[in-house]
């Protein structure tokens, strides 16, 4: 299971804030929760991405392993979300490909998929950073590769997208400090997590530390 992470890569282990205070950034290891705004617009895929058989492979991805019939294939797995791939462009750091390969449903509500989050970070030696705005959409066909352009933040326009955390656009029982009898939504969870550990002037980690207790995430990391 490469790549999981929130935030994977090793065990994800949340740390101290001692990185500089006008930075949005955790310190931390690249296989930790990367920090940013907690107001970033969430952006629909839908309005914003192709999606092509993953048999025609785009110039910028031949180095890619997609899955053409959407079973054999895939670069990894999760136990999250199961075989995927998602890999960066070899033209655009800014742009990724994702192909999954069983689309996720939901068992409780009146819905026949789920929609997918993701956030691109950049990692610099000890810190990751949460460099740009969630894209969220469905992914319904394990044949097909969707083509995923980030939105990075103004103040983060020269930074390096090397990874990006994904989710499913669910909510769960998130244990304290959060209140565990009303579920949160995983990407609202993400964003107190973020909020809070950089609010000075205790940096409290503990949101980040249950968020990452409930592991409902895939970090993935080029």
């Known amino acids: 299971m490469r790549g999981l992470l929130f935030f994977v890569v090793v065990i994800f282990t949340v740390t101290s804030c001692d990185s500089p205070r006008d930075r949005r950034a955790l310190s931390s290891t690249p296989s930790d929760i990367g920090q940013s705004s907690a107001s970033a617009a969430r952006i629909d895929l839908g309005n914003t991405t192709t999606t092509t058989p993953a048999s025609v492979i785009p110039t910028d ?5 997609f899955a053409t019939d959407g079973i054999n294939g895939f670069a990894d797995s999760s136990t999250h979300l199961g ?5 960066q ?6 742009t990724m490909y994702f192909q999954l390969q069983t689309p996720p449903v939901s068992t409780t509500l009146p819905v026949t998929a789920l929609s ?6 950049t990692s610099t030696g000890t810190n990751s950073i949460y460099v740009g705005n969630p894209m969220c959409g469905q992914f319904t066909s394990p044949t097909a590769v969707r083509k995923i352009t980030f939105v990075k933040f103004a103040q983060y326009q020269n930074a390096v997208i090397n990874g990006a955390i994904f989710f499913k656009d669910i909510g769960f029982n998130y244990p304290s400090p959060f209140n565990s009898y009303t579920q949160t939504m995983t990407l609202d969870a993400y964003r107190i997590c973020m909020q809070v ?15 990452k207790q409930v592991n409902q995430y895939v970090f993935k990391q080029f």
């Open 89 to 94: 462009s070899s033209a655009d750091k800014n």
């Open 116 to 121: 997918i989050c993701f956030i691109p970070t």
């Open 197 to 211: 550990i950089s609010t000075p002037p205790y940096y409290n980690s503990s949101y980040c530390q249950a968020f």
């Open 61 to 65: 991805a031949q180095h890619c392993k």
């Open 83 to 87: 075989n995927y791939t998602l890999c």
